[in-house]
């Protein structure tokens, strides 16, 4: 803990140097939403020296650990890794409304939308997929067009349904919640014995690589990959569309290219919006707060005004920017030949 809290010391004491880069403080306007102002109540509630209410452990969560303020920090600090162990205690203690009721429906339904499923696997195969929670119980549409381009591959794909990464109940701070889903996909993975694991989800990629043995693919790089060697076949289409970056796939893992080669090898144009690639702002979708709404708003009319079309490579970003009126696919739809 003394390392973060050093860090969090520096960082209480910067002149808010990235600030003009964090799309929470962008939306909401407060000095508490700023990174300092983060990194000041998070040191302060660690040292006891602020009471721990529910107003005081709002500012933590008010991170949607997109890593865009790293870029700029002269210190190079990972805010949502300093803010973590705040979290932690703020889980076990108090914390605002809407983390309340994800801890819940993470633990009492092991999905952040508090629906009921049941755990299946379905199919036999040498890669297993899993769509992730927002692709399979409210993007379905990206968990059928990846299963019908594995088929068209010649593929052979166990689904995983029912299963929940973890990452979750993490950024939430129920550590012990999340150990036990990747866990449960872990023991699934090994009895399975199955060598890749296929995600749609640039947060389950986050979460689930470095699993010992188990080669770990997104689907924009896996199903390059079965271009590349001549084992998927691309429709022709003609369009212009904007491509928009998931923080965990392109900011974070550095994918940038694969989806736009895709693309562009569909015969698509594509148009970068003005905030793009490491620079891309946040989806706002993994975050419950209210003030995560207002950033999902500012970034679909970013890419509104872009272009009429836009794609994406992550289930939460398409549902949380869908969600704001925006017209936008999954790579593996735009894959199928579709563009409405
Ligand atoms: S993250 Fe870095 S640049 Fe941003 S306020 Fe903290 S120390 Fe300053
Ligand atoms: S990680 Fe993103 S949301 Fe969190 S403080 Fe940095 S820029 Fe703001």
């Not at 990206?142 to 029912?162: D, I, K, N, P």
């Not at 144009?269 to 490491?278: G, S």
Request: net charge neutral.
């Amino acid at each position: 803990m003394e390392g973060v809290e050093d860090k969090l010391f520096l960082c209480a004491l910067c002149p808010n140097m990235c600030r003009f880069s964090c799309p929470v403080e962008e939306v909401a306007g407060t000095e508490t939403s700023s990174p300092q102002g983060k990194a000041l109540t998070s040191l302060l509630l660690l040292r006891g020296e602020l009471p721990w209410t529910e107003e005081n452990a709002r500012p933590p969560y008010l991170c949607l650990d997109c890593q865009a303020c790293k870029l700029f920090c002269p210190f190079d600090f990972d805010l949502p890794s300093l803010f973590h162990p705040v979290r932690v205690k703020a889980a076990s203690k108090i914390h605002p409304p809407e983390v309340h009721s994800r801890l819940l429906r993470m633990r009492e339904k092991g999905n952040p939308f508090g629906e009921p499923r049941e755990k299946r696997v379905v199919g036999k195969g040498e890669v297993a997929y899993l769509p992730g929670c927002t692709a399979e119980m409210k993007e379905r549409e990206v968990l059928l067009s990846t299963l019908r381009l594995l088929e068209g591959a010649g593929v052979g794909a166990v689904l995983l349904e029912g299963y929940c990464c973890g990452l979750p109940s993490f950024r939430a701070g129920d550590e012990k919640r999340a150990e036990e889903l990747r866990g449960e996909v872990e023991g699934v993975l090994r009895s399975l014995g199955v060598g890749i694991l296929l995600l749609s989800c640039p947060g389950c990629l986050e979460f689930l690589s470095g699993l010992e043995g188990i080669e770990v693919f997104h689907t924009s790089t896996f199903f390059l990959k079965l271009v590349e060697e001549g084992k998927m076949g691309l429709p022709r289409l003609s369009g212009r569309v904007t491509y928009h970056d998931p923080c965990s796939l392109g900011r974070k893992r550095g994918i940038f290219d694969p989806p736009r080669k895709l693309l562009k090898e569909l015969g698509l144009e594509v148009v970068e919006p003005l905030k793009t690639r490491e620079r891309a702002v946040c989806c706002g979708g993994g975050n419950p707060l209210e003030e995560a709404r207002g950033v999902s708003r500012k970034r679909a009319k970013e890419l509104a005004e872009t272009a009429e079309l836009t794609v994406t490579t992550c289930p939460t970003c398409k549902w949380a920017l869908g969600r704001e009126g925006l017209r936008v696919l999954d790579l593996s739809q735009v894959l199928e030949g579709r563009l409405g």
